[in-house]
């Protein structure tokens, strides 16, 4: 190599470090109590992470807390919940208040008809049954809040039993069914959703266990029409851990003409590090700094808005193929 291009060389090199070190870094925090289950997932409220778990259909439901100005954990009450509470495609969603909402998915083969739709009051630390969702749950359950009509928005269901798209209004405890997008068949692993004003934006989820897929699209609330917008570009596919959230509330550091996501685990079921944003304005997706912590294998997200920046909770299998053991905790900053 002549000293021309070893000179270029390593101002490429160095180009690509600083271009890595203002997209962000990862950190890793204080693990979990409890690594991944059958039935998880995670939700930030502010300064806390709420994260919901249950191992088998006879198991009892555990529920943690994790705060932020401590880096500390300690388990929470599950009084009112059912054994095997949370299953596949459980989905939390807060309401900026005292109040975080839980589908509690459903097994594939199992649960045909699960409609179980909770409450959990925060300062009561006490959750409470609420009217039954329109359709059955599964993998493809997700679940937001429109912090402006105070409604929730939710996708249902999975590909084994179809999927269907509906409004929660907690003022009279009622379900009013929407319009799922007429082109999707269905809604599956890594199904995920983000509030975004009067948009909602989804991602669809592995409805095929061998062919990939990255459907993303956007419901408009006025207009009450989907448009679908630039594939996710994982080339292996969204699947188990796959995971949407929006930086509201953050520092200028997290634009919020952004969205964040993780792939989860390739269509074939195995370990992904993929972590991307989404720039609304443009319909366009960048990669990110890789997850060092693997994220799949459970459905459920992974993601949560807390402590001015985005947290992971890894949720993935306690074994030496998962690096990090699947209970890390993470904190993604930008630079």
Known sequence: MNARIGATFGLVLIFLAALTFAQGV???????????????????????????????????????????ATRRWRELGTGGLPAGAFRSGTALAWDDADTIYALVGGRQKN????????????????????QDTPD??????????????????ALIGSSSRGSGFAKYNPSSDTWDTLPLNPSWDCTDDGASMAVVGRKIFAIKGECSETQPNGDFAVFLIDAQQ??????????????????????RGLSSSFDPDFLYALGGNTVLEKPENLFMRYDIA??????????????????????????????????????????????????FETQ
């Open 26 to 68: 990862w950190m890793r925090l204080n693990d979990a109590p409890k690594s991944g289950a059958f039935g998880e997932a995670v939700v930030g409220t502010g300064d806390k992470i709420y994260l919901a778990r249950t191992s088998k259909a006879t198991s009892s439901p555990e529920f943690f807390i994790y705060t932020a």
């Open 111 to 130: 649960d045909t008809n699960r409609k179980d739709f909770f409450a959990y009051s925060i300062s009561q630390n006490r959750w409470e049954s609420l």
């Open 136 to 153: 059955p749950q599964g993998a493809g359950d997700a679940l937001g809040w429109d912090s402006d009509d105070r409604v929730l928005y």
């Open 226 to 247: 989907w448009q679908d917008l630039a594939d996710v570009p994982d080339p292996e596919g969204i699947g188990d851990g796959g995971s949407l959230v929006w930086p």
């Open 282 to 331: 443009l319909d366009q997706w960048e990669r990110l700094p890789d997850s060092p912590c693997p994220v799949g294998f459970y459905v459920g997200a992974r993601l949560a808005v807390v402590d001015d920046a985005i947290h992971l909770w890894q949720g993935s299998p306690k074994s030496a193929k998962w690096v990090c053991g699947g209970d890390a905790l993470l904190r």
